[in-house]
C-alpha cells in the first residue's frame, strides 16, 4: 500500500481519496479509521437555554426531527441543532445510523433492540433510560450496521 500526500493550496477543506482495485475488507477498515479518527477531533454546535455548546458526536445518543426542529438527545439532556437530519447524516461518523424517518442514531450507544415483527422495534441505549423507536422499514440497515459494529470490534481487540 502506498500512502502519498499532495498539497493544493486552492483547496477549501482537505480531501482523502482511497484508491483501491475494489473494496474488500482493508479498505472499508481503512474508511472507517479515517472518518472515526476526524469525528473525535470534530465537534457539534448545539443550543439550549440561549447557550450553545460544543459536544463531541458521540455524547449524542440520538437526533429528533419534531416539527421542523431538530434535538439532540444525550444520556441526561436535550439540546437543538440548527442542522436538519439530511444535513447531519452526511457529516456523522459511520457509527450513526437512520432509524426511521424522523431519527438517527448513535448504534456506539446502543444497549439492547427489542424486535417486533408487525410494528416498530424499540431501542434501549447504554447509560440512560431513553429508548427510542426503529421503524420496520430502517430495521434490516440497523441490524446490519450492528453486526459490522461488533466484527469491526472484535477485529480490533
Do not use: C, W
Not at 11 to 20: A, K, Q, S
Not at 23 to 35: H, R, T
Not at 59 to 85: P, Y
Not at 110 to 120: D, E, K, W
Request: proline share 3%; net charge positive.
Amino acid at each position: 500500500m502506498k500512502i502519498r500526500i499532495e498539497t493544493d493550496k486552492n483547496l477549501r477543506e482537505p480531501e482523502i481519496i482511497i484508491r483501491t482495485r475494489g473494496l474488500d475488507g482493508d479498505s472499508a477498515q481503512l474508511q472507517s479509521a479515517i472518518v472515526n479518527a476526524l469525528a473525535k477531533t470534530r465537534r457539534l454546535t448545539l443550543t439550549r437555554g440561549g447557550k450553545e455548546f460544543y459536544l463531541p458526536p458521540d455524547d449524542v445518543l440520538f437526533f429528533e426531527s419534531v416539527d421542523g426542529r431538530t434535538f439532540a438527545h444525550t444520556a441526561s439532556q436535550i439540546f437543538e441543532s440548527k442542522q436538519r437530519l439530511y444535513e447531519l447524516e452526511d457529516s456523522l461518523p459511520s457509527s450513526f445510523a437512520r432509524i426511521s424517518k424522523s431519527v438517527i442514531a448513535n448504534t456506539r450507544r446502543i444497549l439492547a433492540v427489542t424486535r417486533n415483527l408487525t410494528g416498530p422495534s424499540l431501542i434501549q441505549f447504554r447509560g440512560s433510560h431513553k429508548q427510542i423507536s426503529v421503524s420496520r422499514s430502517y430495521f434490516k440497515m440497523l441490524r446490519d450496521k450492528l453486526n459490522e459494529r461488533s466484527l469491526y470490534e472484535k477485529s480490533n481487540k
